[in-house]
Structure formats: structure tokens, C-alpha cells
């Protein structure tokens, strides 16, 4: 029952902060610019305030911060996932302020934003060896301790899935609910294996989340912007291989999968044939460009993400 506290103070904090940061935006008539390859019926979204990950982010680091220390569960797991947050949002935080100072839809290059989310992940890596939190990455037949070989696939696996998040981020509500729903996931997993600690990080942000989710389901008063999305995302993946199960988000992160595939396959064949497989990637817009309303979009991914979710945790 005591972890219930922490989700309720990162919910009422987003809750109670977010109006303010919203009618700040407003009034400084700062906002997303919408892609000008994407659907035309998306231009109405132009001008909704953005970077409202940071408000979510925030309440996550000062919640998770102050209830780890008051549980006693302020161990290297959560700094490692603490940092996680920090820094993957610090990036986000970086391109979103160029990109809403320059008035249009980019920020950090490709480049700069890969070599960041790279260095970074080797530093969370480093904090993992630092306070001694035992990675593990199980095969079939074996399991890789080789501390080289988890750093490599460390820069991987939480640049891949903090990208992936942010492909996914692109419907109002559709990224924040399949959060919502991988973040309880993990929670589940998290108390199966008497991981309290990570259960705590898992509730911070599902509490978090439920917040933003009242501003941003349709029509959105506010998007998470990539503050918000890279930071989920590496959370996600540094989530999965503190529980030295790194495999299971490719089930339980089955949309951000699909999502990411869905652009590789796109860029590929356009490149390589001239012709592209999907209207439109990420797939989500496929859908929209294929007759389907934005809000079906959201529901039948909720719903897939939903099955995934808990497939895995029945099966496996």
C-alpha cells in the first residue's frame, strides 16, 4: 500500500503543474509545428503547446528522489534509472528548445542526438558497475555477463527504445498510454520478483503519466515533445535489463517495435526500389492515411499494446 503514495504525488504534481506550464506556452503563443509532409488534417495541431515531458520528467525525478530515500529503497537500481531520466530528458529537453526557438520542426541533428544518447548510455552503464547492480543478458542457452558485451548492447538497447518511443509519439494520447500500460507491466514484473524498488520507479511513472494523460488524450491540449519521449523510452530499456530480462520489452513494447520497424522497412525499400511498402511511416499514420480516425488509431494500438502486455506476463 506505501507505494500507492509515491504514484499519487507524481499524479497530483503533473496534475497541479501542468495548467500553469500550458498557459505559459499560450500566452508566449509558443507551440509544435506540425510535419509538412505529414496529413494535412494534423496542421490543426500546430501551435499546441509542447515540452510537456518536462513537467512529467520533473515529477518523476523529485518523487522518485524523495520517496526511494524515505522507503529505504535508494539503492543503484534507481540511481541508474533516475539518471536514465535526467539525462535521456536532458536531450530531449535540448532539441525541443532549439526546435520551438527556431519556429520549426527540428532540433539537434540526427548526429548530435545519437552521440548523445550514446555517451549517455555508457555512463548509466558505468553507475550500474559503480554501485554494483549485477547485469545480466540471458540466452538461450546461456546467459552474457561479459561486462563488455552488456555495455555494447547497452548503447543499443536503450538508444534503439529511446528513439522508438519517440517514432511512437505522434497521435495524441497514443505514446502516453502505451506507456502507461508498459510501465504497469513492468510494475507487475517488478513485485513478481519482490523487486520493490524498481516497483516504485515503475508506479512514479505510471502516476505521472495518468496526469499527462488527461491533457494529452484527444484533442491534445499539450504534447510530451521529446523530453518526454526519449526519456520513457531509455526508461523502459534500462527497466528491462535492471530485472535481467531486457528480451520481454519486445513483447510488452511490441507497438514501439513495430513503430521503429515500420520506418527502417520504409527508408530501405525507398531506397533501394524507389517505391515505398507503407502511405506513410511511422505505421500509426499509415492507418490514418488508410481511412482510419486519429482516435481509432490510438485505441487499437492501446488495445495491442494491452494484449502484448499481458500475453507476457501470463506466458512468461
Excluded at 559503480?130 to 536503450?158: C, D, E, H, K, R
Aim: aromatic fraction near 14%; glycine fraction near 8%.
Amino acid at each position: 500500500m506505501e507505494l500507492v503514495l509515491p504514484l499519487s504525488i507524481s499524479f497530483a504534481l503533473t496534475v497541479s503543474l501542468m495548467p500553469f506550464f500550458i498557459g505559459y506556452f499560450n500566452y508566449k503563443k509558443i507551440g509544435q509545428t506540425t510535419r509538412e509532409e505529414g496529413p494535412k488534417w494534423h496542421e490543426v495541431k500546430t501551435g499546441t503547446p509542447t515540452m510537456g515531458g518536462t513537467v512529467f520528467v520533473s515529477a518523476i525525478l523529485f518523487t522518485l528522489l524523495v520517496s526511494a530515500k524515505l522507503m529505504n529503497l535508494l539503492n543503484g537500481q534507481v540511481w541508474m534509472i533516475w539518471l536514465t531520466f535526467l539525462l535521456f530528458g536532458g536531450i530531449g529537453f535540448i532539441d525541443d528548445f532549439i526546435s520551438i526557438f527556431k519556429k520549426q520542426n527540428e532540433g539537434l541533428t540526427a548526429k548530435q542526438k545519437f552521440v548523445a544518447q550514446l555517451l549517455f548510455s555508457g555512463i548509466i552503464i558505468l553507475i550500474a558497475i559503480a554501485t554494483g547492480v549485477q547485469l545480466v543478458i540471458p540466452m538461450y542457452f546461456f546467459n552474457i555477463t561479459s561486462v563488455m558485451l552488456i555495455v555494447v548492447f547497452a548503447f543499443l538497447w536503450i538508444t534503439g527504445f529511446s528513439n522508438a518511443v519517440n517514432l511512437t509519439d505522434g497521435l495524441d494520447g497514443l505514446a502516453t498510454g502505451l506507456n502507461i500500460i508498459a510501465y504497469s507491466a513492468y510494475f507487475a514484473l517488478a513485485l513478481r520478483t519482490k523487486n520493490m524498488a524498481v516497483a516504485l520507479v515503475c508506479l512514479t511513472v505510471v502516476g505521472a503519466l495518468l496526469g499527462f494523460l488527461i491533457y494529452n488524450k484527444k484533442p491534445a491540449k499539450i504534447f510530451m515533445g521529446d523530453v518526454g519521449s526519449l526519456a520513457l523510452g531509455a526508461g523502459l530499456a534500462v527497466i528491462s535489463m535492471v530485472l535481467n530480462n531486457p528480451w520481454s520489452l519486445l513483447i510488452i513494447g511490441i507497438v514501439f517495435v513495430i513503430e521503429t520497424a515500420s520506418v527502417i522497412l520504409q527508408v530501405a525499400s525507398f531506397k533501394l526500389t524507389g517505391k515505398r511498402i507503407f502511405k506513410m511511416s511511422p505505421i500509426h499514420h499509415h492507418f490514418e492515411m488508410s481511412g482510419w480516425s486519429e482516435q481509432k488509431v490510438v485505441t487499437v494500438f492501446w488495445a495491442v499494446g494491452m494484449l502484448a502486455a499481458g500475453f507476457y506476463y501470463m506466458i512468461f
